[in-house]
């Protein structure tokens, strides 16, 4: 079946009970036995949901993966993924990394003995000198956030093979709709299912998918063990927003791509960062490696950090927030918002500055979108 099928029906058959067309949510927090050596297929909830269960197989579906699971945040999937690795073990990281990302592996992960180390992840050469003997995963963002560097997929896990390592790969900021990571080689790809997958701001959420059974049981392992899971009203809010994924990220990419094309042109924005642009240097490895640029992009103003905050300030449409992947478009400045967790020197390492903005450009109307930010940038003068 093609992906909005899938969307639509994978894990989610009529309840068998009532014929309820949509997965009911199962709010319960156990589940009774048949005799007492006889569980049923449900036993306990963090351990299994039918709710849940439906999220997980219809995410596996999308992402043409062996097996799904789901956490409560997408730092949970994280956190539950980093679980499997020892101390004494060496990861290469994605220079280029959401702060949550960052703080999590610099400020937990290296306290608990793993060894980091940052590398631009578009320079394969200084990828293949990174590695090391006790290097267990690499850690891929493509594109990144908030500066949407895209990395050659197929390079990164031919290296990784080659050395018998494990990648991982961030795929929140395109969904599965635009980029499958598994078919590129890829052992586990991430999401935030609070962005795209979702889509509609109400729902924080997480989830890995992986092709190996035998790395998804193990995952499955640390999953219970752990118990980071997300509730049964949660999972079927994602399943709801499931369904129009596709006609969703069909609208955010073309809006996306809009207003960038109009941005690149204002006098008052110095750059724009978007793939889908000429203008950006991996816009022919985006455009081959993926089907489409997503919803999400940044830029950089003239005028330093007071025309940033004036421009979002300025905005009438745009919410200043974090996160993205809603219906409605949100804006956000990196340095003193999604990032605020490095360290000023890392950020501007990275290339965060001061100037920076980030926009998740919603399902409103294009030339609203546009009409906002003309009025907002006018203001600026």
Not at 249 to 268: C, G, S, W
Not at 302 to 323: D, F, I, M, R
């Amino acid at each position: 079946m093609k992906f909005r099928t899938r969307a639509i029906h994978a894990g989610q058959e009529p309840e068998p009970l009532h014929g309820s067309v949509m997965t009911p949510v199962y709010q319960t927090s156990t589940f009774a036995f048949e005799a007492p050596d006889k569980p049923r297929t449900f036993d306990y909830s963090r351990s299994g949901n039918p709710t849940r269960q439906a999220l997980e197989e219809c995410l596996a579906s999308l992402e043409n993966g062996s097996r799904g699971l789901v956490f409560a945040s997408g730092m949970a999937a994280e956190t539950t993924l980093l679980l499997q690795y020892q101390a004494g073990d060496h990861f290469v990281v994605s220079d280029e990394i959401y702060g949550g990302t960052y703080r999590l592996m610099m400020n937990v992960m290296q306290n608990k003995g793993i060894e980091i180390t940052l590398v631009d992840l578009s320079d394969l050469t200084a990828l293949e000198d990174a590695i090391r003997d006790n290097t267990r995963m690499i850690w891929i963002e493509t594109p990144t956030n908030p500066l949407m560097k895209v990395v050659d997929l197929e390079a990164i896990t031919g290296i990784a093979q080659k050395h018998g390592i494990h990648t991982v790969c961030d795929n929140t900021f395109l969904s599965p709709y635009f980029q499958n990571p598994l078919d590129l080689g890829v052992d586990m790809v991430l999401h935030s299912t609070t962005k795209y997958i979702n889509g509609h701001s109400d729902v924080v959420g997480g989830a890995i998918v992986v092709k190996d059974a035998a790395l998804g049981e193990k995952l499955y392992f640390l999953q219970n063990a752990t118990g980071a899971v997300p509730g049964p009203w949660d999972c079927f809010l994602v399943l709801r927003g499931l369904k129009t994924l596709a006609l969703r990220m069909e609208a955010h990419n073309q809006n996306a791509l809009d207003l960038a094309q109009y941005l690149e042109t204002h006098p008052a924005i110095k750059s724009v960062l978007h793939p889908g642009l000429s203008s950006h240097p991996q816009h022919a490895l985006a455009t081959r490696q993926a089907r489409g640029y997503g919803g999400t992009f940044s830029f950089f103003m003239k005028g330093g950090l007071e025309a940033a905050y004036h421009l979002l300030g300025a905005l009438k449409l745009h919410s200043q927030a974090v996160s993205l992947g809603g219906v409605e478009s949100l804006i956000e400045h990196p340095w003193s918002m999604t990032h605020i967790s490095m360290p000023e020197a890392a950020r501007l390492e990275m290339g965060i500055t001061e100037n920076l903005v980030r926009v998740s450009v919603g399902l409103e109307d294009i030339e609203d979108i546009k009409a906002d930010f003309s009025q907002a940038l006018a203001s600026l003068t």
